[in-house]
């Protein structure tokens, strides 16, 4: 049940764009995506419902397709403090009351 | 407002003994959650309730209790603590399944 995610890791320079993917199995009802920066609590950034939209938080957004079952998290022109680990949280459409996280994505920004 | 308090932030256990992690919030949240976090690791879900006197299961609930008498308190129970439980616990409560989860800052466990 867990979702996948991809890349495991990223590096990007300053100003750079990244795509971080979000995938499941089953039939999703929403995605969250949170960043934890290196010894913090993760931190809500978005979370998207069925009905396929898109969502956009200054000049990080995300879309879901609600048919594949996916989740992309864009980040545009990224900045030296996007630095963190991306989880996507899934809960799926027979239990929606949990959320399940995928195994992280590493982004690092150098300058 | 606090919003998600977790104590304590550190604790060491000796194997066999039992202890019991605090969760409050503050912000009239229906949905509470436990998440283990180990080196280099996700977040796997150990029970979550959607309200108080409601409890269910996660991925990896084995080892652990919890109860929800009120809305705000969130204990997780550690029956007899054992070497594989060493990892970060966090707490996380949300208004309800269409919002995002805020986070408590984690309490460290260490069972030696």
């Known amino acids: 049940q867990q979702p996948v995610q991809s890349p495991q890791a990223v590096i990007l320079r300053e100003g750079e764009d990244a795509v971080i993917n979000c995938s499941s199995s089953?039939?999703?009802?929403?995605v969250h995506w949170y960043r934890q920066k290196h010894g913090e609590a993760p931190v809500f950034l978005m979370i998207?419902?069925?009905?396929?939209e898109q969502k956009g938080h200054e000049k990080i957004s995300a879309s879901f397709n609600e048919k594949k079952q996916q989740s992309s998290l864009y980040l545009t022109a990224s900045q030296l403090s996007y630095s963190g680990t991306y989880f996507c949280?899934?809960?799926?459409?027979?239990?929606?009351?949990?959320?399940?996280f995928g195994p992280g994505t590493s982004l690092s920004v150098i300058p | 407002n606090a919003g998600v308090t977790q104590t304590p932030k550190f604790q060491v256990l000796k194997t066999g003994q039992s202890m019991t992690l605090q969760c409050a919030q503050d912000m009239n949240h229906e949905y509470m959650s436990w998440y283990r976090q180990d080196p280099g690791m996700g977040l796997r879900l150990i029970h979550y309730s959607v309200g108080a006197g409601i409890t269910d299961q996660g991925e990896v609930p084995n080892g652990y209790n919890v109860s929800r008498s009120t809305t705000e308190d969130f204990p997780l129970r550690l029956l007899s603590a054992a070497p594989s439980q060493t990892s970060v616990y966090f707490c996380a409560s949300s208004y309800s399944g269409q919002y995002g989860y805020t986070f408590g800052s984690g309490t460290r466990l260490t069972v030696v």
């Open positions: 089953k039939a999703l009802y929403s």
């Open positions: 949280g899934t809960e799926v459409q027979t239990s929606y009351d949990k959320v399940i």
């Open positions: 998207l419902l069925k009905g396929g």
